[in-house]
C-alpha cells in the first residue's frame, strides 16, 4: 500500500512536470498553478520516499541570494501596501523548484526522456503552426499574423513565439540526439533545426534567433557527431534568410532596424516623410547624467526615436544601482526609480531593464550580485567536470543552455516575472546534478 502511494505521487509530480513547457502557451495563472502543483507533489515524494538532501555550495549560495533580494525589498520599499512584499515573497517559488527537482533528479526520480520529448513534440508543433500561418496567412486555429507582420502562431497577440522556441530547442534537441542511432536521424536532425531557425525568423524576435544561432555555433564546435548536420543547417538558413531579406520587406526592415538600433548613430530620424529629433524633448543635463558621453557613440545608448530604447534603460538602472550598490533597491525597484526620475516616461520607462545581470545588480546590489553568479559559476563548472569524466551528450546541451541562459549581453525579460523566470530557474534546475542516471 505504501509503495503503491510513493508510485501514484511520483506520476504526478512528472505528470505536472511534463506539462510545464506546454502551460506556456496559455497564461502566467496557469503557469504559475503548474508550477504550484508540481511543488506540492515533488515535495511530497520527497517525504513519501525519506530522500536526503544535502546543503551543497550552490544551494546555500542560491538561497542566501533570495534572502538577500527580499531583506533589500523590505529594507529599501516605500510603497504603502503590502502587495510588494508578498511578491518578493513569492519570488521563493523558484527556489523551491531549483530544491525540489535537485533532489528528486538526484534519486533517479524524474523522468527527463518523457519531459524531453514532450518538449521536441511541442517545439515542432509551433514551429510547424507558425509556417503554416505564413504560408496561408492563418494558423491552425485560425489566428492572423499580429498586425500582418509578425508571425505569432498560436501565441496570438503575444510576440513570444521565437523566444518560446529559442528556449526549449536545445532541450528539445536532446530528444532528437537520443535518436541518432535510427535510419532517419540526420534527416530529422536537419529539417527539425531548419525548421525552427526559419520560425524565429518570421516570428519577429531577432534576440532568439542570435542565440539558437550562438547555441548551434557551441554545438558544432564541441561535438564531432553533429557537425555535417549544423553545417548543412547553417546553409539552408543562409539560404532562407538572404532570401527572405531580399523579396520580403518587413522581415528586411525589421532585421535593418535591429542593426540601425545598435550602431548606426543619428541625431534625427524619419518614418516616411516624417523627420523625429527626440533630442529636443529631453533636457540636456539630464541626457548627459544618464548618458555618458563615451557611449553616445553607439546608437543603442542614444534618446533618438530610432535607437533602442533598452540601452537606455540599462543605463538608468547603473545608475539606479549607483544609489545603493551594496544590497541594492529592492524588488522590481527600477520602475519606479525610472518613473520618479525621467520626463518622458511613456518613451522610457520598461517594467523591467530587460537584462537579468541588471535587473540582479540593480535589485540585490553586489551583495546579492555575487552570491548569485558565484553559485551559477560552481554550478556551471561542476557540470563541466561531470561533462569531461562522462562525455555525456545531454550534460554538454543543458551546460550550453546554461551559458544561453546567464549570457549577459542579451536582453530578457524580468527573472521575477511568471514566463522568463520559470523557464530560467526550470533550466539551472535541470543542470544542477550530474545526471548520472535518465529514467525511461
Known amino acids: 500500500m505504501l509503495a503503491n502511494n510513493k508510485y501514484k505521487i511520483e506520476h504526478f509530480f512528472n505528470f505536472f512536470l511534463i506539462l510545464f513547457p506546454l502551460s506556456f502557451l496559455t497564461g502566467n495563472l496557469i503557469i504559475n498553478t503548474n508550477l504550484f502543483l508540481l511543488l506540492i507533489f515533488g515535495i511530497l515524494t520527497i517525504f513519501k520516499n525519506n530522500l536526503k538532501f544535502r546543503f551543497d555550495a550552490v544551494t546555500i549560495l542560491l538561497a542566501l541570494y533570495f534572502f538577500s533580494t527580499i531583506f533589500s525589498t523590505l529594507l529599501n520599499n516605500e510603497i504603502p501596501g503590502s502587495q510588494i512584499y508578498f511578491k518578493s515573497f513569492f519570488y521563493l517559488r523558484f527556489l523551491f523548484l531549483f530544491i525540489v527537482l535537485k533532489i528528486l533528479s538526484e534519486n533517479n526520480l524524474v523522468n527527463l526522456n518523457l519531459l524531453f520529448k514532450v518538449c521536441f513534440y511541442l517545439t515542432t508543433i509551433i ?34 513565439a521565437g523566444g518560446y522556441l529559442q528556449e526549449f530547442f536545445l532541450l528539445s534537441l536532446i530528444s532528437l540526439i537520443n535518436l541518432r542511432e535510427k535510419k532517419y536521424y540526420n534527416v530529422f536532425f536537419i529539417f527539425f533545426t531548419t525548421l525552427v531557425l526559419f520560425s524565429i525568423i518570421i516570428s519577429g524576435n531577432r534576440v532568439p534567433l542570435i542565440l539558437i544561432l550562438f547555441s548551434l555555433l557551441i554545438l558544432f564546435m564541441f561535438i564531432k557527431s553533429l557537425r555535417i548536420n549544423i553545417m548543412l543547417c547553417f546553409v539552408f538558413f543562409g539560404l532562407i534568410f538572404g532570401y527572405l531579406f531580399k523579396f520580403n520587406e518587413k522581415i ?22 516624417i523627420i523625429f529629433d527626440w533630442s529636443n524633448y529631453l533636457e540636456k543635463s ?48 527600477s520602475r519606479r526609480y525610472c518613473y520618479n526620475e525621467v520626463s518622458i516616461k511613456d518613451k522610457w520607462c520598461l517594467s523591467h531593464p530587460h537584462n537579468y545581470h541588471l535587473e540582479i545588480l540593480n535589485d540585490s546590489g553586489i ?25 555525456n551528450l545531454i550534460s554538454l546541451i543543458l551546460l550550453i543552455a546554461i551559458f544561453i541562459e546567464v549570457w549577459p549581453l542579451k536582453s530578457t525579460g524580468s527573472l521575477y516575472s511568471t514566463w522568463s523566470g520559470s523557464i530560467a530557474w526550470f533550466i539551472l534546475a535541470l543542470s544542477s546534478q550530474n545526471l548520472k542516471k535518465i529514467r525511461n
Not at 555575487?370 to 561533462?387: C, E, G, H, R
Open 367 to 391: 551583495l546579492g550580485y555575487l552570491l548569485i553568479t558565484t553559485a551559477i559559476i560552481l554550478l556551471f563548472f561542476s557540470s563541466y567536470k561531470n561533462l569531461k569524466t562522462k562525455k
Open 252 to 273: 528586411n526592415q525589421s532585421y535593418l532596424n535591429l542593426y540601425q538600433k545598435i550602431f548606426v548613430t543619428s541625431k534625427v530620424s524619419t518614418y516616411g516623410n
Open 286 to 333: 539630464e541626457k548627459d547624467e544618464v548618458i555618458p558621453e563615451k557611449f553616445k557613440k553607439f546608437n543603442f545608448f542614444s534618446e533618438t526615436s530610432n535607437s533602442s530604447t533598452h540601452g537606455y534603460i540599462y543605463l538608468l538602472t547603473l545608475r539606479s544601482f549607483s544609489e545603493n550598490k551594496l544590497i541594492g533597491n529592492g524588488f522590481k525597484s
Open 127 to 160: 514551429a510547424l503552426d507558425i509556417f503554416i500561418q505564413f504560408l496561408f496567412g492563418k494558423n491552425i486555429i485560425g489566428l492572423s499574423p499580429l498586425y500582418n507582420e509578425f508571425y505569432t502562431g498560436i501565441f496570438g497577440t503575444e510576440k513570444i
